[in-house]
């Protein structure tokens, strides 16, 4: 339900588990030793994922020309986590991953929209159909928590489907304010056009609308325990600043390829809503009963800002496309100005809320990842050999001239600091030592093909373990591509693909 303007929301208590049963752990929280402070109060959860939000977007991650001093201090007062990855390189699936605790083989969805994206006769393979929305039967973290006595609220931006089997109130969330199908706001400007969201006066701002009810579900519920996802429509397009926030970056001197005043101001915007939000932790007294987490749902949009030194951008499965900026506070519990640079993807969020939550998992409930506690409390290792991503669909636009894809079909994994990518449509394979080569410069199959053929077996091992679908049927549309700028005479004119930026948004991000 949306909130009614001026009531706070009144959240009510419902079973909604599909599965099993749960367990609590009333007077300790595994893994967390600052958690017996509380007495078997068990910690509100804030978790803040930003749309889009780039890798090098943020100022903890050196960005030098975006504005994120609350976000820093979010930081500064947590732990970083240098090496945090999306389960998939754009929107829908990454999510699905994120409220499952699942790689996108179990739940289906692998792509925004159809997985037949692009021209039919540029597409070697036939992909794998895609899920657009995220099946009922599946066991959200909201409708854990719910079951255990959380008040859980689904704020912004949800992508995974509508009422009323697919919306958030179906998926254990008590409240929803404008979550649906949507994948990009019609504008950030009131009037919304959003369905599941009350308009404000002419001219409200939506990141600072949903800040606002954010706020006003905090505070009803600040007896707790609570968890809310706050996940904003902000920054993906259509890129919409506050004009008198995006002046002040008219003049600022460009910085490692980042120079767009209105995406810089809408970088602001939700910092200056994290700040209010901190403030009111601090304000209500709850600030270290509370866990805030900070996190994205995919690279950076590349024609508006830069991933550098990494390779590639939303829609890829190199660095640029796939690994976020990561932060989680939790004062008295996590050492302010900590650091982690072990490898940690999106299911983990999904066990490791639940540990710090003390609530055991419904039994027969199948999670992919791994409780991140261990590290929050300082360790420097999980359990995991490997984690993995499986991407069967076509993205177009923005691959650069010889090509008119993000990416093709493909899949990879990352052991340590090693990592493979493989691409279903030949079978070709790139191999890359992170350590070494954080860019994605140096593709190393050639050199050490041991190493390639066991990091390849080893992807192929994970996908028969949790039935990833590989695409292999050749696409009987399919045509050979010509040069770039050659015609059927041969004569140069003007492509699409010399132009791979062109009209990004109004392919994938209008799905």
């Known amino acids: 339900m949306a909130s009614d303007e001026g009531q706070p929301p009144r959240i009510p208590r419902r079973s909604f588990l599909k599965t099993a049963t749960l367990g609590v752990a009333a007077l300790a929280m595994p893994g967390c030793g600052g958690?017996?402070?509380?007495?078997?109060?068990?910690?509100?959860?804030?978790?803040?994922?930003?749309?889009?939000?780039?890798?090098?977007?943020?100022?903890?991650?050196?960005?030098?020309?975006?504005?994120?001093?609350?976000?820093?201090?979010?930081?500064?007062?947590?732990?970083?986590?240098?090496?945090?990855?999306?389960?998939?390189?754009?929107?829908?699936?990454?999510?699905?991953?994120?409220?499952?605790?699942?790689?996108?083989?179990?739940?289906?969805?692998?792509?925004?929209?159809?997985?037949?994206?692009?021209?039919?006769?540029?597409?070697?393979?036939?992909?794998?159909?895609?899920?657009?929305?995220?099946?009922?039967e599946h066991v959200t973290i909201a409708e854990v928590l719910a079951e255990a006595g959380y008040a859980t609220a689904m704020i912004g931006k949800w992508h995974l489907g509508?009422?009323?089997?697919?919306?958030?109130?179906?998926?254990?969330?008590?409240?929803?304010?404008?979550?649906?199908?949507?994948?990009?706001?019609?504008?950030?400007?009131?009037?919304?056009?959003?369905?599941?969201?009350?308009?404000?006066?002419?001219?409200?701002?939506?990141?600072?609308?949903?800040?606002?009810?954010?706020?006003?579900?905090?505070?009803?519920?600040?007896?707790?325990?609570?968890?809310?996802?706050?996940?904003?429509?902000?920054?993906?397009?259509?890129?919409?600043?506050?004009?008198?926030?995006?002046?002040?970056?008219?003049?600022?001197?460009?910085?490692?390829?980042q120079d767009n005043p209105a995406y810089a101001a809408m970088i602001e915007s939700v910092d200056q809503g994290i700040g209010r939000i901190l403030g009111t932790l601090i304000e209500l007294g709850i600030d270290e009963q509370t866990v805030v987490v900070l996190f994205s749902d995919n690279g950076g949009h590349g024609p508006v800002t830069s991933m550098q030194p990494l390779r590639g951008a939303k829609g890829m499965l190199y660095e640029g496309g796939i690994?976020?900026?990561?932060?989680?506070?939790?004062?008295?519990?996590?050492?302010?100005?900590?650091?982690?640079?072990?490898?940690?993807?999106?299911?983990?969020?999904?066990?490791?809320?639940?540990?710090?939550?003390?609530?055991?998992?419904?039994?027969?409930?199948?999670?992919?990842?791994?409780?991140?506690?261990?590290?929050?409390r300082g360790g420097t290792r999980l359990n995991r050999d490997a984690i993995f991503w499986h991407f069967p669909a076509y993205l177009e636009g923005a691959g650069g001239a010889a090509t008119p894809w993000r990416t093709t079909p493909a899949g990879a994994v990352r052991q340590g600091d090693w990592k493979l990518i493989e691409f279903f449509e030949d079978g070709r394979i790139e191999l890359y030592n992170l350590a070494d080569d954080i860019s994605e410069s140096r593709e190393l199959s050639g050199s050490m093909p041991d190493k390639a053929d066991d990091l390849h077996q080893l992807l192929r091992d994970w996908r028969i373990s949790v039935g990833a679908p590989v695409p292999t049927e050749l696409n009987p549309l399919f045509q050979e591509r010509r040069k770039p700028g050659q015609g059927e005479q041969g004569q140069v004119q003007e492509s699409r693909e010399a132009r791979p930026w062109a009209d990004v948004h109004r392919t994938e991000e209008a799905k």
């Open 162 to 257: 509508d009422a009323p089997d697919h919306d958030p109130l179906s998926q254990g969330f008590q409240m929803n304010v404008a979550g649906n199908a949507s994948g990009h706001p019609d504008s950030y400007f009131s009037p919304y056009g959003n369905k599941d969201l009350m308009d404000g006066p002419v001219g409200e701002y939506l990141t600072d609308r949903l800040t606002d009810e954010s706020l006003r579900f905090i505070e009803a519920n600040q007896a707790g325990p609570f968890f809310l996802y706050l996940s904003h429509y902000a920054v993906h397009t259509p890129i919409q600043a506050k004009e008198e926030m995006a002046a002040r970056y008219r003049d600022k001197p460009a910085s490692n390829g």
């Open 35 to 136: 958690a017996a402070r509380w007495a078997g109060r068990r910690p509100n959860v804030i978790f803040i994922l930003v749309d889009d939000l780039g890798w090098r977007d943020v100022g903890f991650m050196g960005s030098e020309y975006y504005r994120t001093s609350n976000i820093d201090r979010l930081a500064r007062e947590g732990m970083v986590f240098s090496d945090a990855y999306a389960a998939a390189p754009n929107c829908a699936p990454s999510r699905a991953s994120l409220l499952t605790g699942q790689y996108t083989p179990r739940h289906g969805v692998f792509t925004v929209g159809s997985s037949e994206r692009g021209r039919a006769e540029q597409r070697r393979i036939v992909p794998t159909p895609n899920r657009t929305t995220l099946a009922p």
């Open 323 to 376: 690994r976020e900026p990561m932060a989680v506070r939790w004062p008295g519990s996590i050492e302010a100005g900590s650091r982690s640079t072990v490898p940690v993807t999106m299911v983990d969020f999904f066990p490791t809320i639940l540990d710090l939550a003390g609530v055991v998992p419904p039994a027969g409930l199948l999670l992919d990842g791994e409780t991140l506690v261990p590290l929050l």
